[in-house]
């Protein structure tokens, strides 16, 4: 028996709702930021890994926030803000995080950019810029409104709401620096689903377009990135790994961080500071003017974006002009400048090209023999001098096979996607490494001595993410400290940049107390454990702390379940209650390990079993010989258990150096990011309001000069909505200029209301003609459908009489509904509203052309009953080729062949279960079609090939 479509679609309801709680996907981003650039990746369904758009359709936006007359601007229109008024314009501010103010960073930075006004926050050992007596921004506020404009950029690609985010963050990020990151996100209102260094997300990138290549055994590649302010080498490792992961063992790619080395101030902005300085020392020794272009903020803006471009074109040229109008004092600048006077500049820059190379191979313990391939990574790689410096090194060819600009976005949206609940991709295990040990320090007293005991906590490239344990052998409340561990492998400045090395210290207190609660327990103490993990973004925290002991349990003190007493119980009654232990067991078994054996059992049935079995013990010698050797098996292997104990302390634990926002700050800076968003989605809005109006005013103008909006509309119609776009327009260009979004939005309504009927009638006036039209082919071809059909003498067997009036019928209502439409349009006046629609003619052919796909579906699928005497087959063999029409040629015009049909939605006298009723007698064909959910019709083809096998198999 075959289904009816009703049980179908019955069944698969049924099984929608039956469907475990499924989270469906929504969309995920990822951001990578940089000092100079910013790179926006989303995932969302039906739309796999895509660099999101900015507002001028470029896919990657400069990382620069400008304030200038009560205006908040990004990007591009923030660094031609910048050219203006730079003090105002803020870039290259992910160096400032996490820093306080005599950090060499900070320094360096405030010698590059001298017009800021850097001021120091002791409080939280942090630095702010102060625009005014009244304002002020820190870095985290200053990131955070960047960032929550790259989440406007991923939602209005993705076309929905988007607050999960992957974001990279440099390597070197020690974690005060981590941690301010993760603040950030949050006063852009994202939820960090992990921070992933940035030359991790470039070796997942690059793994997954290369997952081919990784097999079993390993190979390393190293990854050479040099971007605005920081150089980065990395050797990664490939190679399978099996997991075990819900019982199954898996095979799966893994990258592995083996070593890393980096620059944090070589990068493409020390080169263009340089170009800059020259410049600038070029255009003073010219003597255009008596003023220095180093002491105007503006001059030195513009010749920083003129060096800018000038190291950009020398990177493909051995030549430019750098050119500036109106430099200083309304004078020109112009001068020659060539590449190779560009690496005499920067030539001591270019010797440190290759330092980080050298330390990521000694981390890693590899030679360069062993690495397969050299991948360039960032902007500054395009230089053909860091080319030539690194191949001399690497003695071999450099690889260009990745994007150098979106490897990092693309690479962190698939750890994205992969993090996320509404999306499963292709596992790729990563394993990070710490960069900068870390370790565990505290006072031992030995002798009455007090020595400073050093314990390692995470060593130099310990993969993460990890948990570890430390256990201390105290008696009494102490404190340890967590520091980072011997940094001796690293230049100094680079020591110095990481900034304060301690990074917290935690008290533990009720040391004292927690041991006299446990001492008359008969205990065994095994020290207090501090629990530490380092998460997936390289945040190191302290989980707990608490204080363990073991306690020895024999067979009468331990909770044992009711099944296991119950055993015992029926054990003991089989081996006989009278027979005594073996004489070697009695220091073993104390008196009280019995107890259990005579305890009332839980469930009454279950001692009625027992005592039934107990009987019968006399008459079966051989069962309680059995019963017995387990039982004393039993016993010989029953030891005491061990219980443990923990007590948990409460800590406390004191972070050093740079300090989070917290408290009042955190709410002040969050109202203040709130607040700047809120005055741009305000803006936006306003601006969209007016843009709305003005162009409705000047479109309503333009068609009322045409024709058929003049005869569709009365004069007085026309003057109202004129005048109207009068006043309008007069209003905006006088007291309107100002209004609010709210204002606009209302006039646009009014305006909306007058032209409403109007644009209908012109739209119904413009469209009837072809709806007709297409109303009337599809009449003139259901009547010759219905005139063929009838003088075919086989039509009686698939077609019913009821089936062939309602057809007619419905062609009738048609052609009057029809001539109605035509009479109606004919006498009445275009200005007179309308009283057929287009829409009611689209719904009403809608009726003829259901019946009738319906009636061509089902001679499509009709096939003659088979008997004996075939007599049937040879009637329709005689008879279907006398008509002289194949069955495509008997499909009327204007109607779509099965191939298309759809069974109808609406049909007079016509269910589905009539429709598989009727076609169920030649179940053997293949193409008979049920409509299930999603499925098409079979094509014309496919029926005719079918019918043929059919008849030729009769």
Not at 271 to 278: A, D, T
């Amino acid at each position: 028996m075959r289904p009816t479509k009703m049980s179908v679609m019955l069944w698969f309801i049924f099984a929608i709702f039956a469907l475990p709680n499924i989270s469906y996907g929504v969309a995920v981003m990822s951001i990578d930021i940089g000092s100079e650039w910013m790179k926006v990746a989303i995932v969302s369904p039906g739309v796999p890994m895509e660099i999101a758009l900015n507002k001028e359709s470029k896919r990657k936006t400069p990382v620069t926030i400008s304030f200038r007359d009560g205006e908040r601007t990004f990007g591009e229109d923030a660094q031609t803000v910048a050219v203006r008024s730079p003090q105002n314009s803020f870039s290259y501010i992910l160096d400032l995080l996490g820093k306080p103010i005599d950090n060499p960073i900070v320094q360096l930075y405030k010698n590059r950019f001298p017009y800021y006004d850097i001021i120091s926050d002791d409080e939280r050992k942090t630095i702010a810029f102060k625009m005014n007596e009244n304002v002020t921004f820190t870095p985290e506020e200053l990131l955070a409104q960047i960032l929550h404009k790259a989440k406007e950029f991923a939602e209005n690609s993705a076309g929905q709401a988007i607050d999960e985010a992957v974001i990279t963050v440099p390597g070197f990020f020690n974690q005060a620096e981590r941690r301010a990151m993760m603040q950030v996100a949050e006063l852009a209102g994202l939820k960090v689903l992990q921070l992933i260094n940035d030359y991790s997300a470039v070796a997942l990138n690059y793994g997954i377009f290369h997952r081919k290549e990784i097999n079993d055994t390993s190979h390393y590649v190293m990854f050479f990135d040099m971007g605005a302010s920081s150089t980065v080498a990395t050797v990664v490792g490939y190679q399978n790994q099996k997991i075990k992961d819900k019982g199954f063992v898996e095979t799966h790619p893994q990258i592995s961080i083996l070593g890393v080395g980096y620059d944090r101030t070589l990068g493409g902005l020390e080169i263009q500071i340089r170009l800059q300085n020259y410049l600038a020392k070029e255009f003073d020794a010219l003597n255009k003017t008596p003023n220095s272009v180093f002491k105007n903020p503006r001059a030195m803006a513009k010749l920083f974006k003129e060096a800018g471009r000038v190291k950009n074109i020398l990177s493909a040229n051995a030549d430019h002009y750098a050119q500036i109008e109106g430099l200083l004092d309304e004078k020109d600048f112009r001068l020659q400048v060539t590449r190779e006077k560009l690496e005499e500049l920067c030539s001591d820059v270019f010797d440190r090209v290759v330092t980080p190379v050298k330390t990521a191979l000694e981390m890693s313990s590899l030679t360069m023999d062993i690495i397969s391939s050299v991948v360039l990574v960032g902007a500054g790689t395009r230089m053909p001098k860091v080319q030539e410096k690194l191949s001399d090194f690497v003695k071999t060819e450099l690889a260009k096979n990745i994007n150098t600009d979106e490897a990092a976005a693309l690479g962190a949206v698939y750890k994205a996607a992969d993090l996320s609940q509404g999306f499963k991709v292709k596992k790729f295990i990563t394993k990070d490494a710490v960069l900068f040990p870390i370790q565990i320090v505290f006072d031992k007293n030995t002798d009455g001595k007090i020595k400073q005991v050093k314990r390692t906590l995470f060593g130099r490239m310990n993969s993460y993410p990890q948990k570890k344990i430390i256990t201390f052998n105290k008696y009494a409340d102490f404190e340890f400290g967590v520091n980072y561990a011997e940094l001796d492998y690293l230049p100094a400045e680079e020591i110095t940049a990481i900034g304060n090395l301690n990074l917290s210290v935690v008290t533990v207190s009720g040391v004292d107390d927690a041991l006299a609660k446990h001492e008359k327990e008969g205990v065994e103490r095994k020290g207090i454990k501090a629990h530490f993990l380092m998460d997936e973004s390289g945040i190191l925290s302290l989980n707990n702390v608490e204080l363990v002991f073991e306690k020895s349990s024999t067979a009468a003190d331990e909770e044992e379940g009711t099944f296991s007493k119950l055993g015992l119980t029926i054990s003991k009654l089989f081996a006989g209650s009278e027979e005594k232990a073996p004489a070697g067991k009695a220091e073993e078994q104390p008196k009280d390990e019995a107890k259990p054996v005579h305890e009332e059992p839980d469930y009454p049935g279950l001692q009625k079993e027992v005592d039934e079995k107990t009987k019968k013990r006399n008459d079966s010698k051989s069962t309680e010989e059995k019963i017995q050797q387990k039982t004393e098996k039993a016993d010989k292997e029953k030891k005491p258990s061990v219980i443990t104990i923990k007590e948990h302390f409460d800590v406390k634990e004191i972070k050093m150096g740079s300090q989070i926002l917290s408290g009042d700050k955190l709410k002040e800076s969050r109202e203040k990011v709130e607040a700047l968003n809120f005055h741009d989605l305000e803006r936006s809005r306003r601006e969209s309001a007016l843009n709305n109006l003005e162009s409705f005013v000047i479109d309503a103008q333009q068609k009322l000069q045409f024709d058929e909006f003049i005869a569709a509309s009365k004069p007085e119609e026309i003057e109202n909505i004129l005048k109207a776009c009068a006043e309008i327009s007069e209003w905006l260009y006088e007291d309107g200029f100002d209004a609010t979004a709210d204002t606009y939005e209302a006039k646009l309504l009014e305006l909306q209301k007058l032209t409403t009927s109007l644009y209908e009638r012109v739209f119904e006036h413009r469209e009837r003609p072809e709806a007709l039209k297409t109303m009337l082919s599809k009449i003139n071809a259901s009547k010759t459908f219905i005139t063929n059909m009838r003088n075919i003498s086989t039509a009686s067997d698939f077609f019913t009489p009821v089936e062939f009036e309602t057809l007619e019928k419905i062609i009738n209502e048609t052609q009057d509904y029809y001539d109605s439409v035509v009479k109606a349009a004919e006498e009445t006046p275009l200005y007179e509203p309308v009283k057929y629609k287009v829409q009611d003619i689209a719904s009403k052919m809608d009726i003829l052309v259901r019946e009738v796909k319906y009636l061509m579906n089902k001679e499509m699928i009709w096939r003659p009953k088979q008997n004996a005497t075939g007599s049937q087959a040879d009637k329709s063999e005689k008879e279907m080729p006398s008509t002289g029409k194949s069955p495509e040629a008997e499909s009327p015009a204007g109607f779509k062949t099965s191939s298309e049909a759809d069974t109808p939605k609406e049909s007079t006298d016509h269910s589905t279960d009539s429709i598989e009723e009727q076609s169920s007698e030649s179940t053997e064909t293949t193409e008979r079609v049920l409509e299930l959910p999603g499925s098409s019709e079979p094509s014309r083809a496919n029926s005719e090939t079918s019918e043929k096998d059919a008849h030729h198999e009769l």
